[in-house]
Every structure is written in structure tokens, then in C-alpha cells.
């Protein structure tokens, strides 16, 4: 296997609800990566998990809350967000923290009403 | 931090024809170079990247060259098809424990 998986691959959500979105990947890489697209941006990034410890943060607002299960699987948790926060979300991972190369997978575009 | 800027925003090419596009940075600790190609509706690819101790790399229809001294790199993709229309990323870090700044994109468009 050597794909990111994300889903659901579309998210409508209301600033009331709780919704989780999910990444997988069975390559055996040990950093996974949260990034958040808005439409003709570049990426940005927002969490980095390293060995299942977040090990950046940058500066998300705590509506966003991510979390590491294990080695092959991580989550975005979604509570209480403006429509401002629509966005396709990525994820990403690579090998470990000595690898460059990293591998997105396909996004989950996230509308917030 | 770093700062890496990407031209041209758009450009169309016949099929057939190169493409170039070029990426500048500020950080001269940065050492590794990759480019990525975004289409519609679908996450980035990574389709080649350079590390600061080569001046260029070859993959089939794509090259990367980089210019330490000037601080730029460049994408150039030769006989274009267009499945090579996409948005194209360029992007730096400086270490492996960095995170990538991105270019701004390119958006390429192959006309027949």
C-alpha cells in the first residue's frame, strides 16, 4: 500500500457540530502532517505528529484538535467552527523525521455553514 | 523564515511545447527542493525534488536545475501533454526536521 487515504472526501458541518476527519497510511511512515488548502493557496501547515507526538502546533485555534492513535492513523477533530474555516484539509506523511520527501493524500473538502 | 516565490502565476503552452517555471528563496540554510503538481479536486504529487548537493536531476519529461549562489530553482517540463495541465507547487526547507514553504503555484495549462 502506498497511499495517504483521507475521509469522508467532503465534509458539511454547521458551526454547532462536532465532526472528526481521518487519514491512514500503511507505508510504515512515522510523521503524518495536517495542512489546511483555501482555494489558489498553497498549502499550510497546522500539526506534525512524530512517532505519535505532536511536535509542531502551529499556533491552530483550539476548534481544531488533532490526535495520533497510532503509527498509521490520524485525526482532526472539529468543534465549533466559522465558515471561515472552509477548506479542503490535507494530509501528509513521510518515512520518519531524517526523510524529506513528503506524501499527500487526496483531501477532504470541508464546508462550513 | 524562509520566503520562496513563484513565477509565472498562470501559463499555457501548446502541446508539444516546455514548460518552465521558476521559484526563488531567501534562506541559503535551505537545502532541499520539491515540486509538486496539484489537480483539480485531488491532494499535491510529488513529482521530483533536489537536494542543494546537486545542480540538476532528470525524470523522464521533467528536470529540476538549482542555483545555490543565486538562490533559484526551476522546473522545466519538455514535450507537454495535456494531463500536465495542473497547479504546480514549488517548495523549500532547510532541514528534515523543517517544515516546507511553499511557493504560490503555478497554474499550467496545455492547450492542443
Known amino acids: 500500500d502506498t497511499e495517504v487515504t483521507q475521509t469522508p472526501k467532503h465534509l458539511v458541518m454547521g458551526m454547532t457540530n462536532k465532526k472528526s476527519l481521518k487519514c491512514e497510511q500503511h507505508m510504515g511512515h512515522r510523521a503524518m502532517y495536517w495542512y489546511k488548502q483555501k482555494a489558489k493557496k498553497p498549502p499550510e501547515l497546522m500539526f506534525v505528529y512524530s512517532y505519535e507526538k505532536l511536535s509542531i502546533n502551529e499556533s491552530v485555534p483550539s476548534r481544531f484538535s488533532p490526535e495520533c492513535p497510532n503509527s498509521s492513523l490520524l485525526n482532526l477533530h472539529l468543534h465549533a467552527l466559522q465558515p471561515e474555516d472552509s477548506a479542503l484539509y490535507l494530509c501528509?506523511?513521510?518515512?520518519?523525521?531524517?526523510?524529506?520527501?513528503?506524501?499527500f493524500g487526496p483531501g477532504t473538502r470541508l464546508t462550513v455553514l | 523564515g524562509e520566503n520562496v516565490e513563484q513565477h509565472p502565476s498562470t501559463l499555457s503552452v501548446q502541446e508539444g511545447d516546455s514548460a518552465v517555471i521558476k521559484c526563488t528563496y531567501s534562506d541559503s540554510a535551505s537545502n532541499y527542493f520539491p515540486w509538486y503538481k496539484q489537480e483539480l479536486g485531488k491532494g499535491p504529487q510529488l513529482i521530483i525534488d533536489?537536494?542543494?548537493?546537486?545542480g540538476e536531476k532528470k525524470d523522464q519529461r521533467i528536470a529540476v536545475t538549482l542555483n545555490k549562489t543565486a538562490k533559484h530553482f526551476s522546473l522545466h517540463i519538455t514535450e507537454t501533454q495535456p494531463e500536465d495541465s495542473a497547479v504546480y507547487f514549488c517548495a523549500a526547507s532547510k532541514s528534515t526536521a523543517s517544515k516546507l514553504t511553499f511557493g504560490t503555484g503555478t497554474r499550467l495549462q496545455v492547450t492542443l
Open positions: 533536489i537536494r542543494s548537493n546537486v
Open positions: 501528509a506523511s513521510k518515512p520518519g523525521a531524517s526523510y524529506n520527501e513528503q506524501f
